[in-house]
């Protein structure tokens, strides 16, 4: 069993099987697909102005023509949907449901959001990394992670309460999702293409039970925060035409199948969290700082890698808000678009997590790692087998006893299971290479910088074209009088 879950791993192995399809199927809609969120907000910790990710797979493709918007998202669309709320109670207080929220979301009429097409944009490995990237992760396990007592080892959670152990296998599950997707889309310095890497996801992942099962726990929280929509009858009073309830309801109704509904302990039982007499402070601070981890994605300095964190804490919390404040068919609830489009996504972006592991469980069976890798196990890596499930998960985990004169590097296990271990997980060493392979890495680098110039002076004229005509229009419309002036940002990226 995934620890806290009514499910094993080869349970939601086959769930995921079943609903991908339709999942699929409906990331790529126009609802789905894009999303709406300002890339540049500063971060609200720390100075942000050092740091920034000089790779172009750092960028952000995002919409600067507004026709290019689908229809569904267009503002004459978006007034038909009120103010995007369901299960809204007369005269309860908008601002009240807003301090429920797990996730600090930005303001609708925020100047500098923009819309960006995910399908357009992929996760992936971007370069980004290094003390940047360590001192935002060390700031969400060491600062806002409920701490273990004095005198424990580092990382031990198992003498937290049960609500505290939740938040930080919900972050560590978040962690270890990221780290399988930038590993299955690894950049090969040697030929220029993405492609999975196993090595660096056994040191990230692999190698460590818990986080492969805190991400199919995370699997378990948002699939039964779907089923909660449907179950409490969400779906049919969400702001979506026809064809996009029956879509969302049958991925749903495909994920809950062959799960037994009758007890409220299927899948995640979260009727047991917050019932001590701290319950109410407790559960505001549960949220507090999951809404700070939320906030600290606007320290990541590469915007892609922004972009997708900022998605998926999103859904999280939404995912959360769900679980833990809608309790019964009555309650109101305040879902607004972007947390809608999270949500789904960020389900999907677990999809994948669970789908990788089983391709990178297949690459082990066929050559396992020659450097910084436990050994083989004797037995087939049937991770996903329901019986086997725990040896295969003790054969990824280098805190397990080994017999084999071949061992995991000591660097790997010398590393503590828990967040110490999580503050060293930024962008590896590329480590010795021949000169052949230093010269050709040297040579693509700087054919990708020259190509970079070029193509910014051959897009230059359009840029300042377009930008001619914003501000021209503005002039007028002030010459005129129907806009009053005020100032206005431009960002030009070349």
């Known amino acids: 069993m995934v620890p806290d879950t009514e499910v094993n791993i080869g349970q939601i192995v086959d769930i995921n099987h079943e609903i991908k399809p339709k ?5 790529n809609t126009d609802f789905f697909k894009y999303y709406k969120l300002n890339l540049w907000k500063p971060c609200p910790f720390w100075n942000g102005d050092e740091g920034f990710c000089k790779y172009k797979d750092c960028s952000v493709d995002f919409i600067t023509d507004w026709s290019q918007v689908p229809d569904i998202w267009q503002p004459d669309q978006l007034g038909k949907l009120g103010d995007n709320t369901v299960h ?29 097409n995910l399908i357009d944009n992929p996760e992936r490995f971007t370069g980004y990394g290094g003390q940047q990237s360590e001192s935002i992760w060390t700031a969400v396990y060491d600062e806002n992670c ?13 003498d937290l309460c049960l609500e505290k152990q939740i938040f930080y296998r919900l972050v560590s599950g978040l962690h270890s ?8 889309e690894y950049l090969n310095l040697k030929n220029g293409a993405y492609e999975p890497n196993l090595k660096q996801f056994m040191i990230k992942v692999g190698y460590f039970t818990e986080r492969i099962q805190n991400l ?106 769900i ?15 972007v947390e809608l489009v999270a949500l789904v996504n960020t389900f999907h972006r677990l999809s994948k997590s669970v789908e990788r592991i089983e391709n990178f469980e297949k690459l082990y069976k066929i050559q396992p ?37 071949k061992e995991a590097p000591e660097e790997i296990k010398s590393k ?21 392979e230093a010269f050709h890495e040297e040579l693509h680098a700087f054919i990708d910088a020259i190509g970079f110039i070029l193509n910014s002076y051959r897009t230059l004229p359009k840029l300042l074209y377009t930008l001619f005509l914003v501000k021209s229009s503005e002039l007028w419309d002030i010459f005129i009088g129907t806009q009053r002036h005020r100032d206005t940002t431009y960002r030009v990226d070349l």
């Open 416 to 436: 503590p299971v828990g967040k110490a271990a999580y503050k060293q997980n930024s962008c590896p060493s590329l480590g010795s290479k021949s000169i052949k």
């Open 323 to 337: 679980l833990f404040d809608l309790k019964n068919p009555n309650d109101s609830i305040n879902l607004k678009r």
């Open 177 to 184: 999702s990221i780290s399988t997707h930038l590993t299955n």
């Open 88 to 116: 809204k109670d007369k005269g309860q207080d908008e601002n009240e449901l807003s301090s429920n929220d797990y996730c600090a979301l930005d303001k609708d009429d925020d100047d500098d959001l923009v819309y960006v």
């Open 146 to 158: 409920f701490q273990p007592n004095e005198g424990s080892q580092l990382g031990q959670v198992e």
């Open 369 to 405: 790692p020659t450097q910084d890798r436990a050994p083989a196990s004797s037995e087939s890596l049937g991770l996903f087998d329901n019986e086997d499930e725990q040896n295969l998960l003790n054969s990824f985990s280098v805190d397990q006893a080994v017999t084999s004169s």
């Open 216 to 321: 199919h726990l995370n699997y378990v929280l948002v699939l039964k925060s779907l089923i909660k929509l449907q179950e409490y009858n969400v779906i049919d009073n969400l702001p979506l035409d026809d064809s996009l309830k029956a879509g969302l309801s049958g991925l749903i109704s495909q994920g809950a199948q062959g799960i037994n509904q009758s007890s409220d302990d299927y899948l995640f039982n979260e009727k047991v969290l917050f019932q001590n007499d701290q319950n109410d402070d407790l559960k505001n601070e549960f949220r507090d700082k999951f809404r700070n981890v939320t906030r600290l994605m606007d320290c990541v300095h590469c915007e892609r890698c922004k972009l997708w964190g900022k998605l998926q804490t999103t859904g999280y919390g939404t995912a959360l808000k």
């Open 23 to 27: 999942l699929v199927e409906l990331v």
